[in-house]
């Protein structure tokens, strides 16, 4: 699933940097957090422990963090809540399933003509929740409104011409494509694609989804109501509660003291204690998603090429599964996706090499540390853990990295895209759809000013190529580029960890797919 940076929006200027502590004081925090979660568990309340509860009227999920910027119109979601919103109200025409490839969702079939420039979209029987019926016309509608209104997704399909997006019959939209592009069906999984009504209103969002909105206390919870009409089935449950949480620690708290259901982001250190409190369980699986340092080309020292190099080989990958992710997770590359079946899984691993990376920076003529400005925000609950990890690998590799902590309205503010160092959370794309959104000439969200007209003549040429051989090589050539002077740093993919209550059921992993479940709550159920 596709997915734009976390969060954008707000007010640049609206909270003061602050330096955070060091990572040995995060992981003592982490670890007083845990023991006190632990001993709140064991103590014997009406309410501390799943089975002593009563049945709850709605299965309540937990995440970090809802924000008061969340879309209620899915081509603008940027935000956890924003995708939430869009996973349970909306349907995408496809979707990345729980074996990470993808299938139809709202679509019944997406075919190809014969060169791959013409594509036949088929709905399924559908309805809006108001009761009136998907049509072809509603998918032409909302192709339309993105390319009109220069919404977020017309930036990520260079090949569609709005003008050649047709309704054949009232359940079928052929798209005559600028170009042939086998990677159609992809484009369009990702939850800031969801098809809206011809007359939408995202001030009273209508969609087709699994849920209905009952309320929204933007940033505090989100409650919403099962579709009985569900073209798909009706959810596992009759109501669904989202509710917020500051952070991680308090989240698992509320889980284990039975006023959540599922966290959702659990913290990957809190798990054992999770693990150790009656009547509850943790659910995970390995993915596509990665919190990735971006460093800015249009920044020094970032728009040396010989830096971004150094600062990679500054990234002890492994210790950063093990300490921060508490082995949950696997080694990246730099590139992405693993999932994708084009991933050049032959460019040689990436290994922690301080002595290498203060050779590339004297031999360039820099002077020992290098001083880098890094910003961060709670993008994921290990972020900062992330990021303090880094201040602290990189200074025997010849750096000295200031971390500046920032809300994350500020961080997706005004000043996005002007940072020389920061952590964004990406992934749950395929290779093509990466690119379109943050390299190619084109892309909507290109944090690091980085292009390359080669990847982009190769890119140019890859979503044409029919023949999977052939496509394969020009990928690994794009990635090879990627490589070798790319401004990404991918040093791990993370696994999703989910804490929940023993009575919920139906959890399935979404390997591809951005957040627990790839936010589909709809396949869960309770059990008394």
């Not at 084109?442 to 496509?471: C, G, I, M």
Request: glycine share 8%.
């Amino acid at each position: 699933m596709g997915h734009a940076p976390l969060a954008r929006g707000g007010n640049a200027g609206s909270a003061p940097a602050r330096r955070r502590p060091r990572l040995l004081g995060r992981f003592l925090a982490l670890a007083a957090a845990a023991s006190l979660l632990a001993a709140c568990s064991a103590e014997p309340t009406t309410t501390g422990s799943a089975s002593a509860s009563a049945e709850p009227t709605a299965l309540r999920i937990g995440v970090v963090s809802l924000s008061d910027s969340d879309a209620l119109d899915p081509a603008k979601a940027t935000t956890t809540g924003g995708y939430i919103l869009s996973r349970q109200l909306f349907d995408t025409l496809t979707e990345y399933g729980t074996d990470g490839a993808w299938k139809p969702e709202l679509a019944a079939s997406v075919t190809p003509g014969d060169t791959a420039k013409t594509w036949t979209v088929v709905l399924n029987d559908a309805k809006w929740s108001d009761g009136r019926t998907v049509s072809a016309d509603d998918v032409v509608a909302t192709v339309k409104r993105w390319f009109s209104k220069k919404l977020p997704p017309s930036g990520s399909l260079p090949f569609i011409d709005p003008d050649k997006v047709v309704a054949t019959d009232a359940k079928t939209v052929t798209f005559t494509l600028k170009y042939p592009t086998v990677t159609f069906p992809e484009a369009f999984a990702s939850p800031t694609m969801a098809i809206v009504p011809s007359d939408f209103d995202p001030t009273k969002p209508v969609g087709s989804g699994p849920f209905v909105l009952a309320s929204n206390d933007p940033g505090v919870q989100v409650t919403f109501t099962a579709n009985p009409d569900y073209f798909a089935g009706k959810a596992g449950v009759e109501q669904l509660e989202v509710k917020s949480f500051p952070d991680s620690a308090s989240a698992a708290s509320a889980l284990t003291a039975d006023q959540i259901d599922v966290d959702a982001s659990l913290d990957p250190s809190l798990v054992d204690t999770v693990k150790g409190v009656d009547g509850y369980q943790v659910f995970d699986y390995s993915t596509s998603g990665s919190l990735t340092w971006v460093m800015n080309t249009k920044k020094k020292p970032f728009d040396d090429p010989v830096v971004r190099q150094a600062l990679r080989l500054s990234v002890d990958r492994q210790q950063l599964i093990d300490q921060v992710y508490n082995g949950y997770g696997k080694l990246g590359n730099d590139i992405f996706n693993p999932f994708d079946p084009m991933y050049n899984a032959s460019l040689p691993q990436r290994t922690y090499d301080p002595d290498a990376a203060k050779k590339l920076l004297t031999d360039a003529g820099y002077t020992l540390p290098v001083k880098v400005e890094l910003v961060g925000t709670n993008n994921q609950p290990t972020s900062e853990r992330q990021n303090e990890a880094l201040v602290e690998q990189a200074k025997a590799a010849g750096f000295d990295i200031e971390y500046k902590f920032v809300d994350s309205a500020t961080f997706y503010g005004d000043a996005y895209g002007t940072y020389p160092l920061s952590l964004s959370y990406w992934g749950f794309l395929g290779i093509f759809d990466q690119a379109a959104f943050t390299v190619t000439k084109t892309a909507p969200y290109n944090s690091s000013h980085w292009t390359n007209p080669e990847f982009d003549k190769l890119f140019d040429e890859a979503v044409q190529t029919v023949d999977d051989t052939k496509r394969k090589e020009l990928v690994a050539r794009m990635q090879t580029i990627e490589y070798d002077s790319g401004a990404y740093i991918v040093p791990l993919f993370m696994s999703t960890v989910v804490g929940m209550s023993a009575k919920v059921t139906g959890a399935q992993a979404y390997p591809n797919s951005d957040g627990a479940f790839g936010y589909n709550f709809r396949i869960l159920s309770l059990q008394g």
